[in-house]
């Protein structure tokens, strides 16, 4: 008995297989377009975070500007006004850490952690031995602890933007020291009181990575804007004109860490808020 064998020519098989690759081809075309839109859509939304998160830090700083103001002893809470530059005073009511040895918001003195203003019967009296608060705690008339003296700019090191949004806890004479203030302009100090730990050393916190531009605008009300040259001479900026300042304008320029595949290009996110100065 004969049988007959069936199959496909060579000619078929090449066919298939064209179709085959023609398929598989897509198939990956498909997928890499589909993982660049994936990414593209993950720097945004990292971008969109580190933008916010950079200006709710700024935003929650004004707006506890001159908290316990009779810890400023006449100093203005925003201490220093600048286009790309704020330094912001207040005396928190709450604990972060202690005194000494004070070294950084990661390490708390003696009962750091505990909510209360002073340890003295007298929360409104000068931390010094023996009357308040032994332990240089937040709301304890002493400006130094976390977030008490802070200053808000992109990193002086940084030759070209994309730079990191840093906030500088205790920027000792940057432009004028706390202690002695700026006497020229009427700026006052604010002198430590006697017994208690001197103010810390400066050190920088870095908030946002990529940075293109971060400016402030200052105003006395909703329309009247406080003009001078800011940043060019900062002993120009009078006493007045800081304790004028009612409403900061924040606005923030960032940028994603990655080009975008699919557009060669980066993203860009820009904030603007208006924050007013609560504490007057």
């Given at each position: 008995?004969?049988?007959?064998?069936?199959?496909?020519?060579?000619?078929?098989?090449?066919?298939?297989?064209?179709i085959?690759?023609?398929?598989?081809?897509?198939?990956?075309?498909v997928?890499?377009?589909?993982e660049?839109?994936?990414?593209?859509?993950?720097?945004?939304?990292?971008?969109?975070?580190?933008?916010?998160y950079?200006?709710?830090?700024?935003v929650?700083?004004?707006?506890?500007a001159?908290?316990?103001?009779?810890?400023?002893?006449?100093?203005?809470?925003?201490?220093?006004?600048?286009?790309?530059?704020?330094?912001?005073?207040?005396?928190?009511?709450?604990?972060?850490?202690g005194?000494?040895?004070?070294?950084d918001?990661?390490?708390?003195?003696?009962?750091?952690?505990s909510?209360?203003?002073?340890?003295?019967p007298?929360a409104?009296?000068?931390?010094?031995?023996?009357?308040?608060?032994?332990?240089?705690?937040?709301?304890?008339?002493?400006?130094?602890?976390?977030?008490?003296?802070?200053?808000?700019?992109?990193?002086?090191?940084?030759?070209s933007?994309?730079?990191?949004?840093?906030?500088?806890?205790?920027?000792?004479?940057?432009?004028?020291p706390?202690?002695?203030?700026?006497?020229?302009?009427?700026?006052?100090?604010?002198?430590?009181?006697?017994?208690?730990?001197?103010?810390?050393?400066?050190?920088?916190?870095?908030?946002?990575?990529?940075m293109?531009?971060?400016?402030?605008?200052?105003?006395?009300?909703?329309?009247?804007?406080?003009?001078?040259?800011?940043?060019?001479?900062?002993?120009?900026?009078?006493?007045?004109?800081?304790?004028?300042?009612?409403?900061?304008?924040?606005?923030?320029?960032?940028?994603s860490?990655?080009?975008?595949?699919?557009?060669?290009?980066y993203?860009?996110?820009?904030?603007?808020?208006?924050v007013?100065?609560?504490?007057?």
């Open positions: 008995m004969e049988f007959k064998q069936a199959g496909f020519t060579l000619i078929e098989l090449l066919i298939a297989l064209t085959g690759v023609a398929m598989m081809i897509g198939l990956y075309r997928l890499e377009e589909t660049k839109i994936f990414n593209a859509q993950q720097q945004i939304v990292s971008l969109d975070h580190e933008c916010r950079a200006m709710g830090a700024v929650r700083s004004i707006r506890q001159g908290s316990n103001k009779k810890s400023l002893r006449g100093a203005p809470k925003i201490y220093y006004a600048a286009q790309t530059k704020i330094r912001i005073l207040a005396d928190l009511p709450h604990d972060v850490h005194s000494s040895p004070w070294t918001a990661t390490h708390p003195g003696p009962n750091g952690n909510f209360d203003i002073a340890d003295g007298d409104d009296s000068p931390a010094i031995a023996g009357n308040a608060d032994d332990e240089n705690e937040n709301g304890d008339l002493i400006l130094n602890d976390y977030d008490e003296d802070v200053t808000y700019m992109l990193a002086p090191t940084c030759s933007a994309p730079c990191p949004m840093i906030k500088r806890e205790f920027s000792n004479t940057d432009p004028y706390l202690e002695t203030g700026d006497p020229s302009n009427g700026i006052p100090g604010v002198a430590v009181p006697d017994g208690a730990a001197p103010y810390p050393n400066p050190y920088d916190e870095v908030i946002a990575d990529n293109i531009d971060l400016t402030f605008e200052y105003f006395a009300n909703s329309t009247e804007k406080i003009d001078w040259q800011a940043g060019t001479n900062p002993k120009s900026i009078s006493v007045d004109m800081l304790n004028k300042i009612k409403i900061v304008r924040v606005t923030l320029i960032g940028q860490k990655n080009v975008d595949r699919t557009t060669g290009k993203h860009t996110m820009q904030l603007s808020m208006d007013d100065v609560r504490n007057q």
